[in-house]
């Protein structure tokens, strides 16, 4: 079978990914036009010009502006269901989704709103496509503790429907050390833990999610390789890494796809996977990053089939879907 088709049959699972990050020009124009906000941008064509990234600053600024005008329940779910049929498309059985609260609670937009129509979308995507997921809320670091104390105050009654919480936005100047506190009380009330790390900041801040947060998995993760003794630590453990590669490339932190880590990841024993961050500003969904990926580095089957594992073994899912989903990779064993 032809590489590309490979890697568009297997069955994956997809760890990183932000859902205001799948927010498409198109979807953003309809949705604001319904909603009688004013985008910064007359056009789809005129807006897409601006995503030209120098660093991850650049693209929050975009990011964050692009989330103006989701207001009601019906825009988060247009938003979340545009993305599982993407998924659906393109063999992802199993998502996990992070939402950004914060983003939109600062705007007035209240907390059931966003949720409520994230959790629906999920809920009838499970229904028609079969497709599983999970929900992961994520703090935003350049804020102070107490904003995402009071933000998980907020997820109280959502607590079923969130099975994780993350750590994401400006990642210099403000390493995990800063939620030390609040990450422990989520841990005591159950959640899963995960954090952006090492995307642009230092291999210190790995240590840092490793060691004071104690997380499950590390989201980028690409500065590790600058450690030694951090690699080691990191394979010792069996910790995750939700690799991004054409993220890693748009926001610079990668010069060209050709010198993109995640063959040397591999090759080092680390528990990688492939992911698309913010597919909608970068370029590419899950396969597009895979077929990359495969182009610029020369990976084999064999190398596709060991990252669609990883990102099978290294979700939150219940063993029982996890085995299934493995028998199901297993008929595609290269
Ligand atoms: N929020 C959305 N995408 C992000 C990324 N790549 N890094 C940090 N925060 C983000
Ligand atoms: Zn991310």
Not at 271 to 288: C, H, I, L, Q, R
């Amino acid at each position: 079978m032809e590489i590309k088709n490979y890697i568009r049959q297997i069955p994956k699972a997809e760890l990183h990914l932000h859902i205001e990050g799948t927010f498409e020009p198109e979807l953003m124009f309809e949705i604001a036009g319904r909603n009688g906000v004013k985008l910064k941008y007359d056009s789809v064509e005129e807006l897409k010009t601006a995503y030209k990234f120098n660093n991850l600053q650049d693209f929050l600024d975009i990011y964050y502006a692009g989330t103006s005008s989701l207001q009601k329940k019906k825009d988060f779910y247009d938003l979340t269901w545009a993305y599982l049929e993407k998924a659906n498309e393109q063999n992802i059985v199993h998502t996990e989704i992070m939402f950004d609260p914060q983003a939109h609670t600062s705007r007035g937009i209240s907390f059931s709103t966003i949720i409520e129509g994230i959790h629906e979308a999920l809920e009838d995507a499970k229904e028609k496509f079969g497709v599983t997921s999970k929900l992961i809320m994520s703090f935003l670091r350049h804020l102070d503790e107490k904003s995402a104390f009071e933000t998980l105050e907020m997820s109280k009654d959502y607590k079923q429907w969130i099975t994780a919480v993350g750590l994401d936005s400006s990642e210099v100047g403000h390493p995990p050390s800063k939620f030390k506190n609040v990450f422990e009380k989520a841990k005591e009330e159950g959640f899963r833990v995960v954090a952006h790390a090492g995307e642009e900041g230092p291999p210190e801040y790995v240590w840092e999610a490793v060691n004071l947060l104690e997380v499950d998995r590390i989201d980028h993760g690409n500065r590790s390789l600058e450690d030694d003794k951090l690699v080691e630590t990191l394979v010792e453990k069996k910790i995750p890494l939700t690799v991004c590669p054409l993220s890693n490339v748009k926001l610079r932190n990668v010069d060209k796809i050709e010198n993109h880590p995640i063959k040397t990841m591999l090759n080092k024993g680390l528990f990688a996977t492939v992911n698309s961050d913010d597919p909608a500003y970068f370029g590419g969904y899950v396969n597009e990053n895979y077929i990359a990926v495969t182009d610029a580095l020369n990976l084999s089957g064999n190398d596709i089939f060991t990252l669609a594992k990883n990102s099978i073994e290294a979700s939150f899912l219940e063993e029982e879907r996890k085995q299934e989903i493995l028998r199901d990779l297993n008929d595609f064993r290269s």
